[in-house]
């Protein structure tokens, strides 16, 4: 049996030897074409759905998920998918807005953020792991700061060098700063300006080496680099887990059924419901640090929309 990491690449790689560009669906495991005119089945209508993800961690282990869940997508739905990389967070809500990413990976609040700029957008999907997401709040251990019990205790980082990671993130920024307030900690009583390291992994690594005395990150990155065994946990503590929320979901722009075909957006949705039913798709979905894709709502990020208009991030 191949390891997970394995069958990323042979999907990485069938995609990428297709088109040399993008990645595609054009071929069937058999080497016939799967899409009947070699220009997928979408309708038709040669259309190619963009796919992209906010640049939260490592560059290259995103390219490799984002590459794999394109070329399963595109093998399932018979359609040419190309992952599109984004700079930054903002850039990924502007070229959704602009018509040139289809389906993004957003974090919850720029997933709200492109909701709102978009309205006639679909929010397809969300990771079982999403619904009870947390943030992890760490220190340097010359910091002076012990594990904590309660949210009530977050007091302890006022008048520190805190750094959150990008300034719009929702499990590195949003919910760590609405967190910090409830205990009575605005951003303005943390020591100077607060620092945005512009990545979970940066975090880490700034508050290891003392640029910043405490910081907060995404959970799911804590745990992956705790398990690879890359933090060094003689100079950066664990402090506190925070409370659960929402975050990550799949946002699809409104016109895909127009030029792709009728039934489209649900046909994507059930393909993204169903992947962990395959061994190839299951691979996909492990690489987001997930068992399956579940159904998702606007609903669902309602607190993300409340909390983000507290803090002025959104009109």
């Given at each position: 049996?191949?390891?997970?990491?394995?069958?990323?690449?042979?999907?990485?790689?069938?995609?990428?030897?297709?088109?040399?560009?993008?990645?595609?669906?054009?071929?069937?495991?058999?080497?016939?074409?799967?899409?009947?005119?070699?220009?997928?089945?979408?309708?038709?209508?040669?259309?190619?759905?963009?796919?992209?993800?906010?640049?939260?961690?490592?560059?290259?282990?995103?390219?490799?998920?984002?590459?794999?869940?394109?070329?399963?997508?595109?093998?399932?739905?018979?359609?040419?998918?190309?992952?599109?990389?984004?700079?930054?967070?903002?850039?990924?809500?502007?070229?959704?807005?602009?018509?040139?990413?289809?389906?993004?990976?957003?974090?919850?609040?720029?997933?709200?953020?492109?909701?709102?700029?978009?309205?006639?957008?679909?929010?397809?999907?969300?990771?079982?792991?999403?619904?009870?997401f947390t943030s992890i709040f760490i220190?340097?251990?010359?910091?002076?700061?012990?594990?904590?019990?309660?949210?009530?205790?977050?007091?302890?980082?006022?008048?520190?060098?805190?750094?959150?990671?990008?300034?719009?993130?929702?499990?590195?920024?949003?919910?760590?700063?609405?967190?910090?307030?409830?205990?009575?900690?605005?951003?303005?009583?943390?020591?100077?300006?607060?620092?945005?390291?512009?990545?979970?992994?940066?975090?880490?690594?700034?508050?290891?080496?003392?640029?910043?005395?405490?910081?907060?990150?995404?959970?799911?990155?804590?745990?992956?680099?705790?398990?690879?065994?890359?933090?060094?946990?003689?100079?950066?503590?664990?402090?506190?887990?925070?409370?659960?929320?929402?975050?990550?979901?799949?946002?699809?722009?409104?016109?895909?059924?127009?030029?792709?075909?009728e039934g489209f957006t649900q046909k994507?949705?059930?393909?993204?419901?169903?992947?962990?039913?395959?061994?190839?798709?299951?691979?996909?979905?492990?690489?987001?640090?997930?068992?399956?894709?579940?159904?998702?709502?606007?609903?669902?990020?309602?607190?993300?929309?409340?909390?983000?208009?507290?803090?002025?991030?959104?009109?």
């Open positions: 049996m191949l390891t997970r990491r394995q069958t990323l690449a042979r999907l990485a790689l069938t995609g990428a030897a297709v088109t040399g560009v993008g990645l595609t669906a054009a071929c069937s495991s058999d080497g016939s074409d799967s899409a009947g005119n070699g220009s997928g089945s979408g309708g038709g209508s040669g259309e190619t759905l963009r796919i992209s993800a906010i640049p939260d961690q490592d560059p290259d282990a995103l390219t490799e998920r984002e590459e794999a869940f394109a070329a399963h997508l595109a093998q399932v739905l018979g359609v040419d998918v190309e992952y599109v990389p984004v700079p930054d967070y903002s850039a990924s809500v502007s070229l959704f807005g602009a018509g040139d990413l289809d389906l993004v990976f957003y974090g919850g609040l720029t997933g709200v953020q492109a909701q709102l700029q978009n309205p006639e957008a679909t929010v397809v999907a969300q990771r079982d792991i999403d619904p009870i220190a340097n251990a010359d910091a002076g700061i012990e594990p904590l019990d309660s949210v009530d205790d977050l007091t302890v980082f006022a008048d520190k060098r805190f750094t959150f990671g990008s300034e719009t993130s929702t499990s590195g920024r949003l919910m760590p700063s609405y967190f910090l307030s409830q205990a009575g900690v605005a951003e303005a009583d943390l020591a100077g300006e607060p620092g945005f390291s512009g990545s979970h992994d940066s975090t880490i690594e700034l508050v290891t080496s003392g640029s910043y005395e405490a910081g907060a990150l995404n959970s799911q990155v804590w745990r992956s680099r705790m398990e690879e065994g890359t933090v060094d946990t003689d100079k950066v503590v664990m402090v506190l887990e925070s409370p659960e929320y929402h975050d990550y979901h799949w946002l699809l722009r409104g016109d895909v059924d127009e030029r792709f075909e994507l949705t059930d393909a993204m419901l169903a992947m962990h039913e395959s061994e190839e798709g299951l691979a996909v979905v492990e690489s987001y640090g997930a068992e399956k894709f579940i159904a998702a709502s606007r609903e669902d990020y309602q607190q993300i929309e409340e909390v983000a208009r507290e803090l002025g991030l959104v009109g």
